[in-house]
């Protein structure tokens, strides 16, 4: 049973358009955070959200924490092939080192 | 400052072999855990080490798998007898502190295992 799912799983897009991936879950999350992973590397830390409505910017990309805490959004305006790659979202519950994680979203953006 | 690295970037191996992978951190970083992710999946805990402890092997599948760190830096994850249902990226972080309050997870470039 996935507790995080992520949708889409996959996405392809032009560049210049904008798009929105999801994170859901029925369980609460003291903190979530989303990742971008390239190929042949490891997850690289995008944004750490822990309060409920929490938004936040970073450059292009905007990261919502629901109300509840149950959920995620991760969106990206005016998308550039450099944002290609696989984007991984991840809730922290009792500890913060046992994290939850979704299976992903591959985001794939053509020139 | 050099980021956390993995020996080796690739390995092959029969089943039924013993295989070690390495994980140097981050200096001065005294958490460290190891993940293992399969193709088209999420990481997946594997265990977590507070200096030279593992606090967490709940995440470790079998006894075939073990992992040490014995002088609270470089870990690295043993596995013997090795099935084919192993292959997978182990990937290895680290962070300041493995306790509350937002941790910070810095992965390596993973080390791609391929059981034959």
């Known amino acids: 049973t996935q507790l995080l799912e992520q949708s889409p799983q996959f996405l392809s897009i032009q560049e210049g358009e904008n798009l929105t991936v999801y994170c859901n879950s029925s369980?609460?999350?003291?903190?979530l955070q989303w990742y971008r992973q390239e190929p042949g590397e490891g997850p690289v830390l995008l944004v750490t959200v822990v309060t409920g409505g929490e938004v936040k910017k970073l450059k292009r990309l905007t990261f919502q924490f629901g109300d509840a805490r149950k959920d995620s959004s991760l969106h990206i305006t005016a998308a550039q092939t450099g944002d290609t790659g696989l984007y991984l979202c991840a809730g922290a519950r009792d500890s913060n080192y046992q994290l939850i994680w979704g299976a992903g979203t591959k985001l794939i953006i053509k020139p | 400052g050099a980021g956390v690295s993995q020996t080796p970037s690739n390995k092959v191996t029969e089943k039924g072999k013993y295989v070690e992978l390495r994980c140097d951190p981050i200096?001065?970083?005294?958490?460290l855990y190891w993940y293992r992710q399969s193709l088209g999946q999420g990481p997946e805990f594997l265990i977590y080490f507070q200096g030279t402890g593992a606090a967490d092997d709940s995440g470790l599948p079998n006894d075939r798998f073990f992992a040490v760190r014995p002088e609270g830096s470089v870990s690295t994850l043993k596995i013997q007898r090795t099935e084919r249902g192993d292959s997978a990226v182990y990937l290895c972080?680290?962070?300041?502190?493995?306790?509350?309050?937002?941790?910070?997870?810095?992965f390596g470039p993973g080390t791609r295992l391929l059981v034959l």
């Open positions: 369980s609460v999350f003291s903190s």
């Open positions: 972080a680290s962070s300041l502190s493995g306790l509350a309050g937002g941790v910070v997870l810095n």
């Open positions: 200096s001065g970083h005294t958490a």
